[in-house]
């Protein structure tokens, strides 16, 4: 086992482990290994081309059947319908131009149909590889920029892979195999590579750990091989904890600009385990203004700066709370609004800051004059304050999603058409920079108008809701009888079990989907 060992003076040693295996099993799935010279260095690597994937196919099956199985093969992966005479010789004569020649006119689609075929029978690495770039990757790609940039992220590391040997995960995104083989004080007998990572890594710090990637071809491999090896670095047999935590932070922070973050997908002796994925439901964009928790009439807005979009409220601004601080990518927690609110209020100390900004929202809540909307805000903040922490998410009561500058009466007064269906939402929690959950109570106002039932009062509601929901929001509705026994009593709400429950079940299963634990 390769390892680079600084000592305390500085220099850097190398060493081979005596029990260390010449060829190290990464441990990845299949696509994740490394098989064939990639692309030279230059720009990031183009997509994978038709005649690249039937080349694997063939390859696959050359390597994994042998010559008079190979016709059958071909049957049963729908290569070919049946097997003719002198397949068999012909595929003794050579068992990958016996493949590829049955390939040559197969589109896209029926070449991914058969590549997925064959991977269910052979454990075909670059094959897989090849159909998670046609697949998974085809549309969405990171950058050249975002590569160099998580590149970057991995200079803060002491170690790139701890414990794990260096060459196995180098082996990931490598152009060239790197190996043991030829090991001796002068590194005589070292292929060019695994020389030049010894000479310049291991022994001499004179590449970083930028350098040493970029070397093996991290701008050039894969995004297949980019992602496997990202998801390396933060498999918890390479590092765990804080440090674990700390690379998730930094590395999607880069990655998110592009639509990509990595995410916990299971879990190995109780540490978390994760990948590289798309960000599915998401709105783009960075959220700009939030205003909410409004207590009074509603504020009138004046569009300051229209290139930054900044907005000024010129009257009733005491009756509404606008968050000014930048999101942090993590999303708004809780312990973020309460921050905010300490030095807006000036406040010594950040738990008055939680007890008081608790208060101001609590009262935006009953005002609505909701028992259900009473009941989410209270249960919220009782029962997950306490089991999240810092990692609560702010529960934002009363925001302003749509603004227009006169209100539904003033529009009927001036005989104007209504534009907007609604304009504020109940409750809005942002769990990432690009996750946007609206969660709604509907009371009898979304369906009826004058104490009616109207079927063209609520064909605007729920117009509204494909609006949102094709912007990338999250958007959950509740019944006002999902609340039987919250109610208002003595100017005082009470919470009912049967209320609480609704709402405990809710945030459980909202929270195991987008994986918000302590």
């Not at 504020?424 to 946007?436: E, I, K, N």
Request: some cysteine.
């Amino acid at each position: 086992m390769l390892t680079k060992r600084v000592r305390h003076d500085h220099q850097v040693d190398f060493a081979l482990a005596p029990n260390a295996s010449l060829c190290s099993d990464v441990g990845y799935a299949a696509f994740f290994f490394v098989s064939g010279v990639e692309a030279l260095m230059g720009a990031p690597a183009p997509r994978i081309a038709l005649d690249t994937l039937r080349d694997r196919i063939a390859e696959g099956i050359k390597e994994s059947a042998k010559s008079y199985d190979v016709p059958a093969v071909c049957v049963r992966v729908g290569i070919q319908e049946r097997v003719e005479e002198g397949d068999t010789d012909e595929a003794f004569r050579s068992r990958k131009v016996y493949v590829k020649s049955r390939l040559m006119e197969r589109d896209q689609p029926a070449l991914l149909v058969i590549a997925i075929a064959v991977l269910k029978e052979f454990d075909v690495p670059s094959l897989a590889e090849a159909v998670s770039e046609l697949t998974v990757h085809a549309e969405h790609r990171i950058t050249e920029i975002t590569r160099r940039d998580a590149l970057k992220v991995l200079n803060r590391l002491d170690s790139l892979f701890n414990d794990v040997d260096l060459f196995e995960g180098l082996n990931i995104i490598s152009y060239e195999y790197l190996t043991y083989d030829g090991v001796d004080h002068h590194l005589n007998f070292l292929p060019a590579l695994s020389k030049d990572v010894v000479q310049h890594y291991v022994r001499n710090p004179d590449d970083s750990n930028e350098e040493v990637l970029i070397r093996c071809g991290a701008l050039t491999c894969s995004q297949t091989k980019f992602f496997a090896l990202l998801e390396k670095l933060l498999h918890p047999v390479v590092r765990r904890g804080d440090e674990q935590v700390e690379l998730v932070i930094h590395l999607n922070a880069v990655l998110r600009p592009d639509g990509f973050q990595a995410v916990v997908v299971g879990e190995q002796s109780t540490h978390p385990i994760y990948a590289v994925q798309r960000i599915g439901n998401g709105v783009a964009g960075a959220v700009k203004n939030l205003i909410f928790a409004s207590v009074g009439p509603k504020p009138e807005l004046i569009l300051r700066d229209a290139v930054s979009n900044d907005i000024e409220i010129t009257k009733h601004a005491d009756m509404c709370l606008v968050f000014d601080r930048p999101l942090p990518v993590s999303g708004l927690a809780w312990v973020d609004m309460a921050e905010w609110w300490q030095e807006r209020q000036g406040l010594a100390e950040l738990k008055s800051a939680r007890q008081s900004l608790g208060e101001r929202l609590k009262r935006s809540v009953e005002l609505s004059h909701s028992p259900g909307e009473y009941a989410i805000f209270r249960t919220y903040h009782e029962v997950f304050g306490p089991k999240l922490g810092d990692r609560l998410p702010a529960l934002i009561p009363q925001v302003y999603l749509h603004y227009d500058p006169f209100t539904q009466a003033e529009r009927m007064q001036l005989g104007k058409d209504s534009v907007l269906a609604r304009q504020r939402m109940d409750f809005l929690m942002l769990l990432d920079s690009r996750v946007r959950i609206v969660i709604e109570v509907d009371g009898q106002q979304h369906y009826a108008e004058g104490g009616r039932a109207s079927p063209a009062h609520y064909a605007m509601m729920v117009e509204e809701d494909r609006r949102l929901r094709l912007q990338g929001y999250e958007l959950y509705r509740f019944g006002g009888a999902e609340f039987p026994d919250a109610d208002k009593s003595n100017d005082r709400y009470v919470v009912g079990p049967q209320s609480k429950k609704v709402v405990i079940d809710f945030f459980e299963r909202l929270f195991d989907r987008h994986k918000v634990k302590p």
